[in-house]
């Protein structure tokens, strides 16, 4: 077990259709210490891939299943996270996968 750091959010869960917060580790930001992160701060990441859409995976709180998240970085700042039927919605294909680290 590592240090992980967690970015914040809040998202409809696709079952139950209740919105929830939601808190999920990830291990790719720079600093990976227990930090706290939300929409709009800089991860440290992603400095030289403008516009990444981030795959994560976590664990629902409404229905106790897995549901993916897209983190969307521009410049190494989160700009937005959406769940996967907006993510199909807007017809968006490429993102980086990080759920099998779960
Ligand atoms: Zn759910």
Known sequence: MGVYDTIHMELECPKKKIKSKVGVQVKWTEKQYLEDY????????????????????????????????????KNGVVKEIIAEAEFKRRNLTNFLDYSDLL
């Open 38 to 73: 939300n929409v709009g701060d800089d991860v440290g990441f992603g400095k030289n891939m403008d516009n990444v859409w981030v795959r994560e995976e976590y664990i629902c709180d409404e229905c106790k299943k897995r549901h993916y998240a897209y983190i969307n970085l």
